[in-house]
T-cell receptor, first 114, second 110 residues
């Protein structure tokens, strides 16, 4: 079974802190994604990566950056956390041969910024 | 706006009944996918139906696709309390990004 893990289920940080959210997948997937999910707004794509050291902006990249140094790991970084970044963060991965493949999600990290 | 839009937003049924959720989308598609999300958890992929398919089954799930109407439906037969979750349809947009609808919240009462 595909397994996507995220470093924390719940995280509480203070405004201005640098926050790292880690995501690891064990199926040798080429593609990895970071979403945030908010009530009434659904899932929104923050960043994605089709290969190691490669990254592309999604629909809402402002205030975030990412790092993909190894194929299995995709990190989301909040350089200076703000209260409007309080949200559920979901990482996903997919196989790269077909760009229209299904995505496999991690359990999510609920981040609260005080 | 979202590519995929589910209807209804919320659905409450008794255990054993069937649940039907609908999804509409706006552009041409390669495939349409359905996902389930239990409260506070990540999404789980349920089923993918390609644009040249009209119907697909997986266990108690039945998905139909009507590309002329740009719509899909997800039917869960003989529902169980464990089916209580949010259900999302998703399609890829022309930029290659998977776009999710707002979801249908299904509540199955024992």
């Amino acid at each position: 079974d595909v397994k996507v893990t995220q470093s924390s289920r719940y995280l509480v940080k203070r405004t201005g802190e640098k926050v790292f959210l880690e995501c690891v997948q064990d199926m040798d997937h080429e593609n990895m994604f970071w979403y945030r999910q908010d009530p009434g707004l659904g899932l929104r794509l923050i960043y994605f990566s089709y290969d190691v050291k490669m990254k592309e902006k999604g629909d809402i990249p402002e205030g975030y950056s990412v790092s993909r140094e190894k194929k299995e790991r995709f990190s989301l970084i909040l350089e200076s956390a703000s209260t409007n970044q309080t949200s559920m963060y979901l990482c996903a991965s997919s196989h790269g041969t077909d760009m229209y493949n299904e995505q496999f999600f991690g359990p999510g990290t609920r981040l609260t910024v005080l | 706006s979202q590519q995929g839009e589910e209807d209804p937003q919320a659905l409450s049924i008794q255990e054993g009944e069937n649940a039907t959720m609908n999804c509409s989308y706006k552009t041409s598609i390669n495939n349409l996918q359905w996902y389930r999300q239990n409260s506070g958890r990540g999404l789980v992929h349920l089923i993918l139906i390609r644009s040249n398919e009209r119907e697909k089954h997986s266990g108690r799930l039945r998905v139909t696709l009507d590309t002329s109407k740009k719509s899909s439906s997800l039917l869960i037969t003989a529902s169980r309390a464990a089916d209580t979750a949010s259900y999302f349809c998703a399609v890829y947009n022309q930029g290659g990004k998977l776009i999710f609808g707002q979801g249908t919240e299904l509540s199955v009462k024992p």
